[in-house]
């Protein structure tokens, strides 16, 4: 076994996947031990009790995206039962954000599952192995990471305040917030995990932690029920292709909102060809506009996405209409295989499974994806996402896997980081330095730039006579694009972003071992 390129959540994300790739485990081995201690050991960001994406290419076969998203729950509840069971939060984070959060918030979880399902058919280690570093980080202690300290500052009390033993996760002894650099456990988890290494990941579903979590629901006006849960099953998709330049890209396929958007703005940068800064405000624009229109408040997100590639596919940007937090990671091995893993739990809905350490997603009350209102999906519709990992490949070996958290921005980031590889031929780390725009829309429908500081940034803005706003040199508000890297001559490389805590190694396989 050769070398593996990682590029993790943080130190004790790097940690877990290095000790897969040293114990001869491949690209997806490290990749998913490297999510599973993000989802561990970063409370309030992302969470074992939400939904993940893994995105796999290997050496000689077709790319396949195995879809652990969350989904709407409810199955055989009456119909008095929805609307219920939830509380409005309101939070300055992240520019000001109300949400809905409480057992009624919680969709049915798939990350465990997807990460289970992606080892057994594409990894080389026991999923007992893949889980235990994550188990050893909650019960040694691990250091509590920038993105966590930053949100728990903010949400600590009104959001995970009702629950004691969800605030106790995220709180010093005195009730006061985690700070990043503090150390925190979590002894519970780490049962549960070790738990979970044995038994698979039915012990969510239809296991002892599956009944805990439904017996709590109907206890709290939830809506997970073991009808939910027993049914909830990790799909494999086939990504959305797009040709970039030289690059053959495999992208988040519909019902993911992130990967349609995705490849429609690559789509138009690829007939577009030397493109500018004035292209990049241009693309966004029209694609993001036809989102909020259109995409955001279909019923059925697996027609609009295909619906919205065709569209472009045909006309280009002319055939559109124009009417929380997340976490990533990637690997690529010295043999071609590339794993792309991004996960949610939405903000967090402030409550735990009691007993077991293991803080749940509050999907169903995201407001940005759920444009419909409030429990108006039918129970068994996967939600909406906009988690776009994505992996790729070149004729002379070259292979990606690349991916970004932060909601809305995450398809814009990757947007600019791949065209700016694939189109202008940027090194990797360049291409992830680089500055960022992103186009919102105000309550009232109109385009606003949020972008970092760039003279040329700064002149295409005022060309296209838009309101913007200068976030400075780098913010984290665009995302935090992690990459792996494979070069025609078979060596890897990882690039991180300075956006947020970077922690990127090439880890040799053990001595001795195969290529």
Not at 402 to 426: E, Y
């Amino acid at each position: 076994m050769g070398e593996v390129a990682i590029a993790a959540t943080g130190p004790v994300s790097l940690g877990a996947g290095r000790a897969l790739a040293r114990a001869g485990g491949n690209a997806v081995d490290a990749a998913v031990a490297a999510a599973l201690a993000a989802m561990a050991t970063e409370p309030g960001i992302v969470s074992l009790g939400g939904g993940a994406f893994v995105s796999v290419w290997a050496p000689g076969e077709d790319p396949v995206v195995v879809d652990g998203n969350v989904e709407m729950p409810g199955r055989g509840l009456p119909p008095e039962a929805f609307g219920r069971g939830v509380r409005q939060v309101h939070t300055d984070y992240g520019g000001g954000v109300t949400m809905f959060v409480g057992h009624g918030s919680v969709a049915t979880p798939g990350a465990a599952a997807a990460c289970e399902h992606a080892v057994a058919r594409f990894g080389r280690a026991p999923w007992a192995e893949a889980v235990a570093p994550a188990a050893d980080a909650c019960r040694a202690g691990y250091v509590v990471g920038g993105a966590a300290g930053r949100y728990l500052g903010f949400v600590a009390g009104s959001l995970f305040g009702p629950d004691p033993e969800a605030h106790a996760l995220v709180t010093r002894r005195d009730g006061s917030p985690l700070r990043a650099g503090e150390v925190a456990t979590n002894g519970a988890l780490a049962d549960l995990l070790d738990l979970l290494g044995r038994e698979g990941s039915a012990l969510l579903s239809t296991g002892e932690v599956g009944r805990a979590m439904v017996e709590d629901m109907a206890r709290h006006e939830g809506l997970v029920t073991a009808a939910d849960l027993t049914a909830h099953r990790p799909l494999e998709r086939e990504p959305v292709r797009r040709t970039v330049g030289e690059w053959d890209l495999a992208v988040n396929p519909p019902p993911s909102v992130g990967g349609p958007m995705l490849a429609a703005m690559l789509g138009e940068l690829a007939r577009r060809g030397d493109y500018g800064w004035s292209d990049v405000l241009a693309i966004q624009t029209a694609v993001l506009r036809y989102r909020l229109a259109v995409h955001d408040v279909a019923t059925d997100l697996d027609a609009a996405g295909h619906a919205l590639l065709a569209a472009v596919d045909r006309h280009g940007l002319a055939g559109l209409p124009t009417s929380a937090s997340t976490a990533h990671v990637s690997a690529v091995d010295t043999d071609g295989l590339a794993c792309a893993v991004t996960m949610s739990a939405g903000y967090g809905a402030g409550v735990t499974v009691p007993g077991t350490g293991l803080l749940l997603n509050n999907a169903l009350g995201e407001p940005e994806l759920n444009r419909l209102g409030l429990h108006a999906l039918a129970p068994g519709t996967r939600m909406a996402s906009n988690m776009a990992p994505t992996t790729g490949r070149t004729d002379d070996g070259r292979v990606i896997a690349v991916g970004s958290p932060g909601a809305d921005r995450i398809t814009t980031a990757l947007m600019q980081v791949l065209g700016q590889g694939c189109l202008h031929g940027a090194d990797l780390q360049a291409a992830v330095d680089a500055p960022r725009l992103h186009v919102r829309f105000d309550d009232a429908g109109r385009p606003v730039v949020e972008h970092e500081s760039d003279p040329a940034i700064t002149a295409a803005v005022r060309e296209a006579g838009l309101a913007a706003t200068d976030h400075g040199s780098v913010s984290m508000y665009f995302g935090g694009v992690g990459a792996a890297y494979r070069r025609e001559d078979g060596t890897v490389l990882a690039a991180g972003d300075p956006r947020r805590e970077a922690a990127v190694e090439v880890v040799p396989g053990p001595a001795g071992a195969g290529g």
